[in-house]
């Protein structure tokens, strides 16, 4: 299954509204995560089953959509949100994330 | 408070063989899925594989029959074997435990990291 997200690179200010998208070849019912990565970091898990919310996980940060297309969205962007985004899929094996989103300040 | 200390990496020459540990603390290995998810220099992440609490195991098309990921109860160690390495094999390989939720195994918690460069 190929997740496509969109866009691949996205410019913003602090407090604006943030919206990454990630589309799956196939309908993956809720199986998706979202992952935040900042440079020379692990990955964090952001969201899991598409729409919830990882424990100690700001609320600014959330997750939407099913079947095809999903949506990440942050409300209010913090200077700590600058890192590249990922989806990852978890409806059948091979399991396989998107190519990522960079999130860089305007 | 859950972490993972990976170690092992270094650099070989393709066709040889290396095997990953990822030492676990203050959580079961082996009552957990645990995963290997990698990433070659810039690029993104790649999912490698999987072990099921129960002993079942998953991998990714590019590893498959050459990588075999494996635990230690007595060690609460995550393995990861990898033998005929690529030069493609290069990359940052991270361990996880995963959160299961709906039999789906989200990585929740990820370790530092070990790095493998295979090069002649």
């Given at each position: 299954i190929q997740l496509t997200q969109s866009p691949s690179f996205l410019s913003a200010s602090v407090g604006d509204r943030v919206t990454i998208t990630c589309r799956a070849?196939?309908?993956?019912?809720?199986?998706l995560a979202w992952y935040q990565q900042k440079p020379g970091k692990a990955p964090k898990l952001?969201?899991?089953?598409?729409s919830t919310l990882q424990s100690g996980?700001?609320?600014?940060f959330s997750g939407s959509g099913s079947g095809t297309q999903f949506t990440l969205t942050i409300s209010s962007l913090q200077p700590e949100d600058f890192a590249t985004y990922y989806c990852q899929q978890?409806?059948?094996?091979?399991l396989t994330f998107g190519g990522g989103t960079k999130v860089e300040i305007k | 408070e859950v972490q993972l200390v990976e170690s092992g990496g270094g650099l070989v020459q393709p066709g040889g063989s290396l095997r990953l540990s990822c030492a676990a603390s203050e959580f079961t290995v082996s009552s957990n899925y645990m995963s290997w998810v990698r990433q070659a220099p810039g690029k993104g992440l790649e999912w490698v594989s999987v072990i099921y609490s129960g002993g079942s195991t998953y991998y990714a098309d590019s590893v498959k029959g050459r990588f075999t990921i494996s635990r230690d109860k007595s060690k609460n160690t995550l393995y990861l074997q990898m033998n005929s390495?690529?030069?493609?094999?290069?990359a940052m390989y991270y361990c996880a435990r995963d959160l299961v939720y709906d039999s789906r195994g989200y990585h929740d918690y990820w370790g530092q990291g070990s790095l493998v460069t295979v090069s002649s």
């Open positions: 070849s196939q309908g993956i019912s809720s199986y952001l969201i899991y089953a598409a996980v700001p609320s600014r978890l409806k059948t094996y091979p | 390495l690529r030069a493609e094999d290069t």
